[in-house]
């Protein structure tokens, strides 16, 4: 059906930028909901940001507000999270989802975890001081 590959997780220095990528292959919708979510060993997964794939809108959490750009390449049906200003706090896999059918509405937000059905392997990132 649908497979997701993230790419671009690094070791970096807290400061450092890193951008991660998320491609889709498969029979795509042309225009779907996906996100960016994050997870620690022992902590709960969190959502980073989410884009509508026909020119946005795009949503962040607090947490990576300012320092986080979702974007898309619409002909490599590739994602993008362009990641400045990293924390220790960023540790973390990160990993790309969208969902089974895309949001009539275009409701698109990383709080919601569970309208998310697709998911990708994860990307390591980590951040050192």
């Known amino acids: 059906q649908v497979r997701l590959v993230e790419s671009g997780g690094d070791s970096v220095q807290a400061g450092g930028s890193l951008r991660l990528s998320c491609t889709a292959s498969g029979n795509t919708y042309r225009s779907n909901c996906v996100g960016w979510f994050r997870q620690s060993p022992g902590k709960e997964r969190e959502g980073v940001a989410t884009?509508?794939?026909?020119?946005?809108?795009?949503v962040y959490a607090d947490s990576v507000e300012g320092r986080f750009t979702v974007s898309e390449d619409r002909a490599k049906r590739t994602v993008y999270l362009q990641m400045e200003s990293l924390t220790l706090e960023d540790t973390a896999t990160y990993y790309c989802a969208t969902r089974v059918f895309p949001p009539l509405a275009r409701d698109c937000k990383p709080d919601a975890a569970a309208d998310f059905g697709i998911w990708g392997q994860g990307t390591q990132v980590t951040v050192s001081s």
């Open positions: 884009i509508y794939t026909d020119g946005g809108p795009t």
